[in-house]
């Protein structure tokens, strides 16, 4: 049903308080049918919010999953359900899953360290794709997966949604916009302070070898964003960092965990513009800063979760002009139920684009290059904190036998 251009909210679409009417009587609160299907593979805690997300969005439905954890794919299932009456189709292999004629495209949501091989399969299908980050533990996977993704004939979509969350989704309009409210960017600041890592099956999470370590494996989507802001080429990094706090008793396997849980990381860029990031993840709330200086004005961007009885939890976005412009104080948000479903609705908006850009629409979502380019300077960081020297990342790229 072609509305025009009135506004469809898909949360009125989706409310069961409507479901009394018969469909005949329905206009407004009409919701067309899917176009697309998509198989789900990893059903942990992303791909259980894909799975959410794909039906609250509505464009799309899942057809199928396949995880090998049994409760994963009940979780899934339980999922599912909240959103519709028809079987999800469990999976017995990877590759009936890939090759299922019934799909249009494929969300890899699993754990980091398979995403090479898993990515290796799934472009037998010529299936749309949709890779959770980091694309890779290693420089080397990660350049593999970005030649794949260059040639790929179809969208091959890395899911660094962050840029969808509403205080940087809102920044990004305002200092690249055509607003530009702080003029040319000289300094970026990222801060995350947040809680440990949380469980994972088989807690792949708490070692180096299966996610690639806490920059590559977390920090990437700072390092993306960073990257988005500077608008140009890292040229160094320097970075201090250890496993202080967190897990630094736990054994799985009869392994050690060896990852890092606080780092502070200097990025200096091609254009002149410097950047950092500070990480503690010994932090009893969830809170992202970003500070953007530029050489007409001031930007903060913040989002806490403190989970306090008078809790001061949000986001805003305080913008501070030279004197000829007025200063602004914004509360970026989506709506609730859209927020809800996980990521500040950020992994929502990162779907809204994934079926756009199937349907050919040009969109911001982010791409192999920019994929390989958050691994670049994760890498780099996590090769200062070993070295505790400057990392060059040219020669860092050279070192791996890469060059972009
Ligand atoms: N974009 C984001 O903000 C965001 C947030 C969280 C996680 N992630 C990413 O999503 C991925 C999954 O993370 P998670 O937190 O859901 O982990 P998880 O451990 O909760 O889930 C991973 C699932 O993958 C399954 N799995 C393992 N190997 C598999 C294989 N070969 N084939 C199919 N399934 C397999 C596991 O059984 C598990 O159910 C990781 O790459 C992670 O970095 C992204």
């Known amino acids: 049903m072609n509305k025009g251009k009135m506004i469809n909210s898909r949360l009125f679409t989706k409310n069961p308080r409507f479901s009394y009417l018969p469909d005949g009587d329905k206009y407004f609160l009409a919701s067309d049918e899917p176009k697309y299907k998509f198989n789900v593979i990893g059903t942990g805690t992303m791909g259980q919010e894909h799975i959410r997300v794909t039906m609250l969005e509505g464009r799309a439905t899942i057809n199928g999953i396949y995880d090998p954890n049994e409760g994963s794919v009940v979780g899934a299932q339980q999922q599912f359900a909240q959103f519709s009456d028809d079987e999800l189709t ?35 299908s010529g299936k749309h794709i949709l890779l959770e980050k980091p694309i890779a533990t290693t420089l080397e996977d990660a350049y593999t997966i970005y030649e794949i993704g260059e040639e790929y004939p179809a969208v091959f979509q890395i899911g660094l949604q962050y840029r969808y969350k509403p205080t940087y989704r809102e920044t990004i309009n305002q200092v690249m916009g055509k607003s530009q409210v702080v003029g040319d960017i000289k300094t970026v600041s990222i801060a995350e302070h947040r809680v440990p890592f949380l469980d994972k099956v088989n807690q792949w999470n708490k070692f180096s070898e299966f996610s690639g370590d806490t920059l590559v494996e977390k ?82 961007a913040w989002e806490k ?100």
Request: glycine share 6%; aromatic share 8%; hydrophobic share 40%.
């Open 305 to 404: 979760v403190d989970f306090l009885p008078q809790s001061s939890s949000g986001t805003g976005i305080d913008i501070l002009r030279a004197d000829e412009s007025p200063s602004l104080r914004i509360t970026p948000n989506y709506p609730a139920p859209i927020e809800r479903s996980g990521h500040h609705g950020a992994t929502f908006m990162e779907h809204v684009d994934f079926v756009n850009n199937i349907d050919g629409i040009e969109t911001p979502t982010a791409t192999a290059l920019e994929g390989l380019w958050s691994i670049a300077v994760a890498s780099a960081a996590q090769e200062s904190i070993k070295t505790g020297q400057v990392v060059k990342v040219n020669d860092h790229l050279a070192d791996h036998k890469i060059e972009i």
């Open 90 to 124: 469990v999976h017995q292999s990877l590759e009936a899953a890939c090759m299922d004629p019934e799909v249009d495209g494929l969300i890899i949501a699993t754990p980091n360290y398979t995403h090479i091989d898993l990515v290796k399969k799934a472009i037998e």
């Open 219 to 300: 920090c990437c989507h700072y390092f993306d964003l960073l990257n988005l802001f500077a608008d140009s080429r890292p040229v160094d990094v320097y970075a201090s960092g250890s496993q202080a706090v967190n897990f630094t008793e736990f054994e799985y396997d009869g392994k050690k965990s060896d990852i890092l849980d606080n780092a502070m990381v200097i990025i200096n860029y091609e254009n002149g513009v410097r950047a950092n990031f500070n990480l503690c993840m010994f932090a009893p709330m969830f809170y992202e800063e970003l500070v953007i200086c530029g050489d007409d004005g001031y930007l903060k």
